[in-house]
């Protein structure tokens, strides 16, 4: 049972513009989310976080948005730059019961960046 | 920042023989340990769980006596596929979880490609 959701498996945006992909989760014990970027044959790189009594984190050109209430995050990056692209993974955690120091993914978002 | 490191990052062996991975966290303590396995064009399933001096928490359908791991010290944590066959061939990624510039978050390696001839 997918916990952790990107249900779009891809985005392809114009250089300048805004990138916003997207992440649902669906287990309440979540309060700490991740985001990371992966190139091929590489580890993911940590990009931002946000815990759950935020509701944005800002970091340079990565904005993390979170909705507790829909259970929706969104990473904004703004502008959008060629070298972003790369698979974006979404990943939640919690401090209770078996999501204690787990990290769950979500399947990822390949993003394009064309010039 | 933080960094965790793989070694080796690419190793190619024989059916029926053993392989090391070492995952190091090298400026930070790290109080957990993650190794994950990727699947081309899927997201990272996670193999095993470890903490620092216990025996490691394995998901369900992962073979422990085939994965082996080890976490002897705070900064490093060993997996070793044992009688590696062809479809063990995946890239291995390990995370460590420790307290990094104030904050507790997860940081990933590099990874390492397994190819079983």
């Known amino acids: 049972d997918q916990q952790v959701k990107q249900n779009s498996p891809s985005l392809s945006v114009q250089e300048g513009r805004i990138s916003i992909l997207n992440c649902d989760y669906t287990?309440?014990?979540?309060?700490?989310f991740l985001w990371y970027k992966k190139y091929p044959a590489e580890g993911p790189t940590f990009l931002i976080s946000i815990s759950s009594i935020k509701d944005k984190n800002e970091d340079g050109r990565f904005t993390v948005f979170l909705n507790k209430s829909a259970k929706h995050l969104s990473l904004h990056i703004v502008p959008s730059q060629p070298g972003d692209s790369a698979v974006y993974f979404c990943a939640a955690s919690g401090i209770r019961g078996s999501t204690l120091g787990r990290l769950y993914f979500g399947r990822g978002t390949q993003l394009t960046v064309w010039p | 920042g933080a960094v965790v490191s793989q070694h080796p990052s690419w190793v190619i062996c024989k059916s029926g023989t053993s392989v090391k991975i070492e995952c190091r966290s090298l400026d930070f303590q790290a109080t957990t340990m993650f190794w994950y396995r990727q699947f081309p064009k899927q997201s990272l399933m996670l193999m095993a769980t470890s903490n620092e001096g216990s025996k490691a928490t394995y998901e369900q359908g992962v073979e422990k006596d085939k994965f082996l791991i080890n976490h002897a010290s705070l900064t490093l944590s060993t997996l070793t596929v044992t009688s590696a066959h062809p479809e063990d061939s995946s890239f291995y990624i390990c995370s460590a979880r420790g307290l990094a510039g104030g904050t507790y978050t997860q940081y990933f390696g590099p990874g390492t490609r397994l190819t079983v001839l």
């Open positions: 287990n309440s014990m979540f309060d700490y």
